[in-house]
C-alpha cells in the first residue's frame, strides 16, 4: 500500500522560510492530485494546498501568496515551500491524496514558529 513520509519541518521564526518534502513508497503518477494537509493542536486537519497531474495548484485563503506547492512524479515527491511564515501556521504537516480514497496517513512533520 502507498504511504507517505513528510519531512524538512522544524522551528522557525515568524517571517522565516521552510521547504517540506513529502516522498511515496511508491508512484504518484496515476494520482490526479496530491495535497499538503496540517493539523494544529485542538483542531481539525485541514488542507493547505493542491496540485494536479497538470501542475495546476489550489491554495487555502490563509496560506495564498505565502506558500508553493510543488511535485515531481519521477520522484515521487510533492513539496511545500513555506514563506512569510506565521505563528498560526504552527501545526503537524502532512501529505496524502487529494483526489480518489486517502491512503493511511503518515507521520508527519512538526511546524513551529516561534520567536
Known amino acids: 500500500q502507498l504511504q507517505f513520509v513528510e519531512s524538512g519541518g522544524g522551528l522557525a521564526q515568524p517571517g522565516g522560510s521552510l521547504r517540506l518534502s513529502c516522498v511515496a513508497s511508491?508512484?504518484?503518477?496515476?494520482?490526479?492530485?496530491m495535497g499538503w494537509y496540517r493539523q494544529a493542536p485542538g483542531k481539525q486537519r485541514e488542507l493547505v494546498a493542491m496540485i494536479s497531474n497538470g501542475a495546476r495548484t489550489q491554495y487555502a485563503d490563509f496560506v495564498e501568496g505565502r506558500f508553493t506547492i510543488s511535485r515531481d512524479n519521477a520522484k515521487s515527491t510533492v513539496w511545500l515551500q513555506m514563506n512569510s511564515l506565521k505563528t498560526d501556521d504552527t501545526a503537524v504537516y502532512y501529505c496524502n491524496r487529494n483526489s480518489g480514497p486517502l491512503v493511511s496517513w503518515g507521520q508527519g512533520t512538526q511546524v513551529t514558529v516561534s520567536s
Open positions: 511508491g508512484s504518484i503518477s496515476n494520482i490526479v492530485a
